[in-house]
């Protein structure tokens, strides 16, 4: 039988409370895949909007169906994600929105990442920006390979952290769960979102048009 939950005292006393807040704080989605975490919060949404108001938070609930906070005053500090964490997300993003996945089951392995990355960006603009490079190699070897696969691996970890993704130690599943919708924030919008991430992916603004873009290169 689930404690009823009356007021902040005995939302403190829940043993599920404390894990739940640790993680909330450091930048952790919760959707329903994390099922007793997100029926706890769905349960007593109200007393925990009511604590973290107290600290300057926002409990936030996101259309797709994940729950974050979201600091309210510039005084707390927050985390963010380095770049090559930023761009895998928008990757993740845009395979979690292809019809070839979504067919499947929505699981895609390390390999195929890597062949969409460098497929939309090309050999060198991965080494460059995975490897931090500010001069491109005339040739890429199968090290950069490798240490472009250590980097990606290392992102995905990040993410993994905050509810983003979901993969196994082998990196031959990895699903992106619904917080991942989050990166998409500034472009849901538009009229064709997954046009616009793939817009962010090469560089590009999304928000410009053809003939501004056409315009820019002259």
């Known amino acids: 039988m689930e404690k009823e939950i009356n007021d902040l005292h005995d939302l403190l006393m829940d043993p599920l409370f404390p894990e739940l ?11 329903e895949e994390e099922i007793e975490s997100f029926e706890f919060i769905s349960r007593v949404q109200d007393k925990i909007e009511m604590f973290y108001e107290l600290y300057g938070y926002e409990l936030l609930y996101a259309t797709e169906g994940y729950y974050y906070l979201h600091p309210v005053s510039s005084s707390i500090k927050t985390y963010k994600l380095g770049i090559e964490s930023m761009i895998i997300s928008q990757f993740l993003a845009l395979m979690k929105m292809d019809p070839q996945y979504l067919e499947s089951s929505g699981f895609f392995s390390l390999g195929e990442l890597l062949d969409r ?3 939309m960006l090309g050999k060198q603009q991965v080494v460059r920006t995975f490897l931090k490079r500010k001069k491109s190699k005339e040739s890429v070897s199968e090290q950069d390979y490798l240490n472009v696969q250590q980097a990606v691996k290392r992102s995905l970890r990040e993410l993994s952290r905050y509810g983003f993704v ?5 990196f031959s599943r990895i699903y992106p769960r619904k917080p991942i919708f989050r990166f998409m924030d500034p ?12 817009s962010i992916v090469k560089g590009e ?13 002259e």
Not at 187 to 198: C, G, T
Request: hydrophobic fraction near 25%; aromatic fraction near 4%.
């Open 187 to 198: 472009i849901r919008n538009l009229d064709n979102p997954q046009q616009a991430m793939e």
């Open 205 to 217: 603004n999304p928000f410009e048009s053809e003939e501004e873009r056409e315009e820019g290169d």
């Open 166 to 170: 979901s993969v196994n130690p082998e």
């Open 21 to 31: 807040d640790m993680k909330l704080r450091t930048g952790w989605h919760c959707d």
């Open 117 to 119: 990355i460098e497929l």
